[in-house]
């Protein structure tokens, strides 16, 4: 299904926010002029973007004073995003920027990581292993093993990734939950993981991490 424009600019404008930081809550847009011009757009579809982002709570418009981010908008919680998680941005295109990013996370966080965060890494690798035998709800734990991970590279730009990645984790953990060789590789491709962080060997990890989220692009039918 092919996004409306419209869904779309509300994506980008919503990248703005919680991705690169442009605007912080409270904080007023461009004018409508600038904006749309920016984003190479009409002023129509400029205006029905904002409206989806105005109707899950994430702009305001103020009477005579023009477009705000709300004060209370939380931009590190991924539910603020869950309006992004149907047609409007799909598996495959949320996959596509794991691989491209969290395969050099594993490398330079298992070169950076200290010896405290690579144990916390192991610890949330294990905490899932026991929630999927258990068959408990993994997803904010999975989002800690990543996160952990994201953090060790000590690159502050790498954390501003972490809406993206929570988002596409959330698809892929619905997507698994019926289908056993998913389940069953995220259990080895995560120890695979663990071990070569463990054993201070980035190449190895980054190879792991590419593996990993290979497999879920093939298994959860989004290559």
Same mark, same amino acid.
């Given at each position: 299904m092919q996004k409306r424009l419209s869904d779309s600019v509300a994506d980008d404008i919503m990248s703005m926010i919680a991705i690169e930081k442009r605007f912080n809550p409270g904080e007023k847009l461009p004018n409508e002029n600038e904006l749309s011009e920016e984003l190479h757009i009409s002023r129509t579809t400029l205006r029905e973007a904002i409206r989806i982002l105005v109707t899950n709570g994430v702009l305001e418009i103020r009477r005579g004073r023009g477009t705000f981010v709300k004060?209370?908008?939380?931009?590190?919680?991924?539910?603020?995003?869950?309006?992004?998680?149907?047609?409007?941005?799909?598996?495959?295109?949320?996959?596509?920027?794991?691989?491209?990013?969290?395969?050099?996370?594993?490398?330079?966080?298992t070169l950076r990581a200290?010896?405290?965060?690579?144990?916390?890494?192991?610890?949330?690798?294990?905490?899932?292993?026991? +929630?999927?035998? @258990? =068959? /408990?709800?993994?997803?904010?734990?999975?989002?800690?093993?990543? %996160?952990? $991970?994201? +953090?060790?590279? @000590? =690159? /502050?730009?790498?954390?501003?990734?972490?809406?993206?990645?929570? %988002?596409? $984790?959330? +698809?892929?953990?619905?997507?698994?939950?019926?289908?056993?060789?998913?389940?069953?590789?995220?259990?080895?491709?995560? +120890?695979?993981?663990?071990?070569?962080?463990e054993s201070r060997n980035p190449e190895g990890a980054k190879s792991a991490m590419r593996i990993h989220i290979l497999h879920a692009m093939n298994e959860l039918g989004i290559v």
């Amino acid at each position: 299904m092919q996004k409306r424009l419209s869904d779309s600019v509300a994506d980008d404008i919503m990248s703005m926010i919680a991705i690169e930081k442009r605007f912080n809550p409270g904080e007023k847009l461009p004018n409508e002029n600038e904006l749309s011009e920016e984003l190479h757009i009409s002023r129509t579809t400029l205006r029905e973007a904002i409206r989806i982002l105005v109707t899950n709570g994430v702009l305001e418009i103020r009477r005579g004073r023009g477009t705000f981010v709300k004060e209370d908008l939380d931009v590190n919680n991924v539910e603020h995003l869950s309006f992004l998680a149907d047609a409007k941005i799909n598996a495959r295109d949320l996959y596509e920027m794991r691989l491209i990013f969290e395969p050099e996370a594993a490398f330079y966080a298992t070169l950076r990581a200290s010896d405290a965060e690579i144990k916390r890494i192991v610890e949330y690798g294990k905490e899932i292993e026991r +929630k999927i035998n @258990h =068959n /408990e709800d993994r997803t904010e734990v999975e989002q800690q093993f990543h %996160q952990s $991970i994201m +953090k060790a590279t @000590h =690159n /502050e730009f790498m954390e501003k990734l972490m809406p993206v990645i929570y %988002q596409a $984790i959330n +698809k892929g953990v619905i997507l698994s939950t019926k289908r056993e060789l998913a389940i069953k590789d995220t259990i080895n491709d995560h +120890k695979m993981i663990m071990e070569f962080m463990e054993s201070r060997n980035p190449e190895g990890a980054k190879s792991a991490m590419r593996i990993h989220i290979l497999h879920a692009m093939n298994e959860l039918g989004i290559v």
